[in-house]
């Protein structure tokens, strides 16, 4: 009975479509809505296949999955779910289940999948057992955007296939290689982050490969490199967009051998660690110019995750405002609420800077509302002062070019004769530590950790440019 199927949903006008479709395609269908019908059918009659919904009748469709894997190992398994959550996906994906659809879905698409799955029916391996998932999963939203995201999440799970995230800055790249570690086979061991573009050509060995006591002047005694570091667990290469041509060959030779010899060092050490990348810079250009090499692009592109930017997930924006308005009262911040008017405010904007702009400007929120309730009317005034400086710099045709700037500065400001550096210091150095500074809260040492300079560099800056961290909270 190989093409029979089961659908297991307690919608009665989705399964309607549903078996509309597979009947039409040659399948025979019997429809449940709950656990104990199902267990019922699946005792007097094989089935080639079963859909299952999450949520149903008697309880959660994916708990008991176990025992039905167990009973029926031939039988291919997809699963269907209105929960369009990370943890959703990771549980689905850890039944062992043949696939994924998050709801609304394209039911062109189900039918193909199904025909697939009854293809393969009894050709595998038998699955793995359900296992236990990890709880805080970091990643918020149920768009159809981020269900893409989720899928390719659970599909790198269970093996350490280096893994490329892309995206615009604040998209949360971070998180997601988090979540990758988290959730996966790795989540016993450390996760590494490194900033690639911050670190100079000439110290990328040392910082990544580790070094030898005395391999150099300054190197006092061993130091273990980030590669090391990760050993058993996940390194995590930020910004890799942005890496040194020549710090990408060492890097490249490094993932090509499996292996690194620290500076100054004989033993080679082999790698035992999960790579996953991530940069806010198109690739394919800076291949083409010569800027990135093209055989590391294959080398850390082997699972490319595209996230997307939070003005193609609007819908998500609800929920990642009332997410980090928990997230503010846990860290002490005052205890809000966010009306229904001001969460569709909160929608309509652009947030170029994406879910990094909108949690600093909930945070902001938490601190300076009076009323425990944030609505429209307490949220328009402070848009109104974040629309200013940073779309100052901007014309019809897009962003202001940096030299551009620098020009029309340079005709304001005339500076005098001898001065000319220092006063182009000071200008640029000011909205910067602004932002710094109101990205964390006015807490100088974030704020420094930030900008990756000294906190004491950044304090003696502060006060030669004359601004006071605790003015920038009360900006607006």
């Known amino acids: ?159 350490d296939l280096t893994v490329l995230i892309l995206g615009e800055s604040g998209t949360g790249k971070e998180l997601v290689a988090e979540a990758i570690h988290q959730l996966g086979n790795r989540a016993a061991g450390p996760f590494i982050a490194v900033n690639t573009a911050a670190i100079p050509a000439e110290l990328i060995e040392s910082e990544l490969f580790g070094h030898e006591k005395g391999a150099f002047t300054g190197a006092h005694a061993r130091h273990i490199g980030k590669f090391e570091q990760a050993s058993g667990g996940t390194l995590f290469l930020d910004e890799i967009g942005d890496m040194p041509m020549q710090a990408q060959t060492r890097l490249l030779r490094a ?35 010569g800027q990135f090499r ?61 879910v990094r702009e909108l949690r600093n400007f909930v945070y902001r929120l938490a601190l300076l509302a009076r009323d425990e309730v944030i609505d429209a009317a307490t949220i328009e005034p402070l848009l109104a002062g974040e629309s200013a400086a940073p779309r100052a710099a901007e014309t019809d045709e897009g962003p202001a070019d940096f030299a551009a700037t620098l020009e029309r500065w340079l005709g304001e400001a005339n500076p005098a004769p001898g001065t000319l550096y220092d006063a182009a210091l000071a200008a640029f150095e000011r909205p910067l530590f602004l932002h710094a500074l109101a990205t964390t809260g006015g807490n100088q040492l974030r704020a420094a950790q930030l900008l990756g300079i000294n906190r004491n560099t950044l304090r003696k800056r502060l006060a030669e440019l004359e601004i006071a961290p605790e003015s920038v909270l009360h900006k607006n």
């Open 1 to 159: 009975m190989k093409r029979s199927i089961l659908l297991v949903e307690d919608d009665a006008s989705i399964a309607m479509v549903i078996t509309a479709a597979l009947e039409a395609d040659g399948f025979g269908v019997d429809r449940c809505d709950s656990i104990a019908e199902r267990d019922r059918l699946l005792a007097g009659k094989t089935y080639g296949l079963m859909l299952t919904d999450v949520m149903l009748t008697d309880g959660d469709g994916i708990e008991t999955l176990g025992r039905v894997r167990e009973a029926f190992p031939q039988m291919q398994v997809i699963i269907l779910s209105a929960q369009n959550t990370l943890d959703t996906a990771v549980r689905a994906s850890d039944t062992g289940a043949f696939e994924y659809f998050p709801k609304p879905f394209d039911l062109e698409e189900l039918v193909r999948t199904v025909r697939q799955a009854i293809g393969s029916s009894g050709s595998g391996d038998a699955p793995e057992g359900p296992e236990e998932v990890a709880q805080g999963l970091p990643l918020v939203g149920r768009s159809p955007a981020m269900q893409a995201v989720y899928r390719m999440i659970t599909r790198v799970l269970r093996n």
């Open 255 to 289: 993932l090509q051998s499996g292996r690194i010899r620290r500076v100054g060092g004989t033993e080679e050490i082999t790698l035992d660690c999960r790579i996953v990348a991530a940069t806010n810079r198109d690739l394919v250009p800076m291949i083409a110019a």
């Open 294 to 354: 093209e055989d590391l692009y294959y080398r850390i592109a082997v699972v490319p995750i595209a996230l997307p930017p939070l003005r193609e997930r609007a819908d998500d924006i609800e929920a990642l405002s009332r997410h980090f308005l928990a997230r503010a009262a846990a860290e002490g911040l005052p205890r809000r609420q966010l009306s229904p008017a001001g969460a569709a405010l909160l929608a309509r904007q652009p947030w170029r800077g994406n």
